[in-house]
């Protein structure tokens, strides 16, 4: 459901030319409208295979992946420890 709601643009490292490109890659009705072009609908419409052919390995893998909650990266702490 969050992937539903989170367009594709306001998503971490999609804000730019990744995220056009990848809004690009949509069908015309949707990559049109930024309301519509949701994390959600690249999960459901475009298969790995699209986003390598479109993106490259790397990029297309990391998008494939993080339209679908899946995130590799190592958690970093925001807290302060006070000593």
């Not at 690009?24 to 959600?40: F, H, Q, V, Y």
Request: one cysteine or more; aromatic letters at 4%; a positive charge.
């Amino acid at each position: 459901y969050v992937m539903d709601e989170t367009e594709i643009r306001k998503a971490r490292m999609l804000g730019g030319k990744l995220g056009k490109k990848v809004q690009s890659l949509l069908p015309p009705e949707l990559s049109t409208d930024k309301k519509k072009a949701t994390l959600g609908c690249v999960a459901r419409l475009l298969t790995l295979d699209d986003l390598v052919s479109g993106l490259g390995e790397e990029n297309g893998r990391w998008v494939f992946d993080a339209c679908r909650g899946i995130e590799h990266e190592e958690v970093k702490s925001t807290l302060k420890v006070l000593t």
